[in-house]
């Protein structure tokens, strides 16, 4: 059989691109569980809202870099609100119930979205649409563009984690969330800002990945379902295995929908989980534990 | 293991009657009015409520896992699913139609797959297996979507109603009344199977296994098989639940195999109450009526989700236990 290699460098590209995304998908996801334990059903369907909430922006402003702001600091102040009306009072119960909790959620605003928007996908127009040449492809730069703007924002979370006051008081909460406490910190509004955040980082990519498929009420189950994926894959909380993971992971993707069905591709990332945990429980990208 | 239960007073047994004559009773009339049911119910409603008996049986059986184990299982449409197409393919193969084999062959296939996915996901524990349950499930999802020469496809798979039979003895047409009461004598006796089964000692490790797993792994049992034994039993009840489903509405769908399928289980038994079987088929009934009224209030368009989603969410923040949480002791005596 002859190797295909002008689809292997395309779907290289592709899966990158998708991978970019995931990324910024699942690191908001490996956020919210590394600090608050927290297992968010609901996050696909905030990428969900991002997306619609930026078709309305766009609507009415016309430009896309105000809906991609303006988008994910809506889809921040649900979030917020979000949680404190239901997982604060759960701090302390069983982790399953953050599941549940969130799940209801995820039921709740696909359906409201599916009420206000209607069934039929809403679409974002490319903010740029200049194309270079890939081979027999017309490859958009716009594609390229997600891509970087992906790695931007990953990368200015990490510094932010890392140099912020904020940042620093995340990661305190991570450590230890009693000393935390102790220390003046105050604990339960640096939980609510962490969700806060993961929520804005999903509608972000919401708003990106909407012009390239289409925006409709289901995409939430997707995409929460690979960024799980690549969660656990990567290891739970761990932001650079995240990143690695959603890139391996729609690396295989990609490449197997050369020879098989896109939708039976998926099956590639589900088989990477399932050795992942069977074989390496606490995640591909790090090392394991003592 | 032989230890006397210690005796305590719970406020339903105090009358003076025992425990038992008060269960037996209330389970009697409870049967006597779900079989009298048809005779009074309008053709729609008779129907409505065949089907929450079903789904009561699929959320019963998920209610071993979450209820008794302490496992939440995302993935239960899988075992339904395969329990429908199981059913589908021995009416489909078969002719004449025969119901005893769709039972055979979607109890089959509802134990495979639950053999399979017990096997590697009982290695994790909490939130990863609920993950793990519910990719499996989706991978199930998609074999049955895109394998279309075999299982149909999106369309999935359509075929007629088998007659009621007893080898040699009887064979009849079902008709909406006995197709009610064979559904209702297969869930009232997987009922009584499941209770006694969770009250016997094997029960009563998966008791254990939910309340300190490491304990009980302590104490000499081997959890790792406790839990593969009881994400079968699970599997094979969800199997029967998909089987009555094929044989009440003549198709098997691959939307049954989605992952709402798995979440309307999991609602079911959270509003109606873990850890006591019946309030699985209570908290069905709850949802699918709570449904159906609010779409004949507010119309077909209306999103129903919403308010139940925040029923959902209040249930569990505020009345854990469920509907039926504060007769969970009282029942599992």
């Not at chain 1, 690191?27 to 078709?55: K, Q, R």
């Not at chain 1, 081979?135 to 890392?162: E, M, V």
């Not at chain 2, 007629?160 to 039979?165: I, W």
């Not at chain 2, 209040?314 to 504060?326: A, E, R, S, T």
Request: net charge positive; proline share 5%.
């Amino acid at each position: 059989m002859d190797i295909p290699w002008d689809l292997i460098v395309i779907q290289t590209v592709n899966g990158i691109v998708t991978g970019m995304i995931l990324a910024l998908v699942a690191s908001g996801l490996t956020l919210i569980f590394g600090i608050m334990d927290v297992v968010n059903f609901a996050h696909g369907e905030l990428f969900m809202l991002g997306a619609y909430a930026g078709v309305v922006v766009i609507s009415t402003t016309g430009n896309f870099w105000a809906a991609l702001i303006l988008a994910s600091m809506i889809v921040a102040l649900i979030g917020a609100g979000m949680q404190i009306v239901t997982l604060r009072p759960l701090i302390g119960r069983d982790p399953l119930n953050t599941i549940l909790v969130t799940f209801g959620f995820s039921l709740i605003l696909q359906n409201y979205a599916l009420w206000q928007f209607g069934p039929v996908a809403r679409r974002i127009p490319e903010p740029i649409t200049g194309y270079f040449d890939l081979f027999y492809l017309q490859y958009p730069w716009y594609r390229i563009l997600i891509a970087g703007l992906s790695a931007a924002i990953i990368g200015g979370f990490w510094l932010f984690l890392k140099y912020s006051k904020f940042g620093v008081w995340i990661r305190a909460t991570t450590q230890d969330r009693v000393m935390a406490q102790a220390m003046g910190i105050p604990v339960p509004w640096v939980l609510t800002g962490v969700f806060a955040l993961g929520a804005a980082m999903a509608a972000a990519s919401g708003v990106l990945f909407a012009p390239l498929v289409g925006v409709n009420h289901t995409m939430g189950l997707d995409w929460v379902l690979k960024a799980f994926i690549v969660v656990v894959v990567g290891g739970m909380g761990n932001l650079v295995g995240s990143v690695a993971a959603a890139i391996f992971v729609s690396l295989l993707e990609a490449y197997a929908s050369i020879w098989v069905s896109p939708a039976q591709a998926v099956i590639v990332s589900f088989i990477v989980l399932i050795l992942t945990l069977l074989f390496r429980p606490t995640g591909l990208f790090v090392p394991t534990p003592k | 293991m032989t230890t006397t239960p210690v005796e305590k007073t719970s406020p339903l047994g105090r009358s003076g009657l025992s425990h038992n004559a008060i269960f037996w009773t209330g389970f009697c009339v409870v049967i006597a009015i779900l079989i009298m049911a048809p005779y009074v119910l309008p053709p729609f409603w008779r129907r409505f409520l065949t089907e929450i008996l079903i789904w009561g049986l699929l959320a019963m059986s998920s209610d071993i896992l979450i209820g008794y184990t302490g496992m939440v299982s995302f993935g239960h449409s899988a075992f339904f699913g395969l329990g429908m197409y199981g059913a589908a393919a021995a009416l489909l193969i078969v002719s004449p139609p025969n119901l005893w084999l769709a039972v055979l062959f979607g109890l089959a296939g509802a134990s495979a797959a639950a053999l399979f996915v017990a096997y590697f996901s009982t290695r994790l524990r909490d939130i990863y297996f609920a993950i793990t349950t519910l990719i499996f499930s989706q991978i199930f999802y998609v074999l049955i979507f895109t394998w279309t020469k075999v299982t149909g496809g999106e369309n999935g798979l359509i075929f007629t109603r088998p007659h009621f039979t007893i080898p040699f003895i009887f064979d009849t047409k079902f008709s909406a009344y006995t197709l009610h009461w064979f559904v209702l004598a297969v869930v009232a006796g997987s009922y009584l199977f499941l209770r006694r089964v969770m009250r016997s000692p094997f029960g009563m490790v998966l008791q254990s296994i939910r309340e300190n797993e490491a304990r009980t792994r302590a104490i000499g049992y081997p959890v790792q098989r406790y839990k593969i034994v009881s994400v079968m039993l699970s599997g094979f009840f969800a199997g029967l639940a998909g089987v009555l489903y094929a044989v009440q509405n003549q198709f098997a769908a691959p939307d049954f195999v989605f992952f709402i399928t798995s979440g309307d289980t999991v609602i079911f038994n959270v509003i109606g109450g873990i850890g006591t079987l019946v309030g699985p088929i209570v908290g069905a009934g709850f949802f699918q009526l709570a449904r159906e009224l609010l779409s004949r209030v507010f119309g077909e368009q209306f999103p129903y989700l919403i308010p139940l989603g925040v029923v959902f969410i209040v249930i569990i923040i505020f009345l854990p236990q469920g509907l039926l949480g504060f007769a969970r002791r009282w029942l599992n005596r």
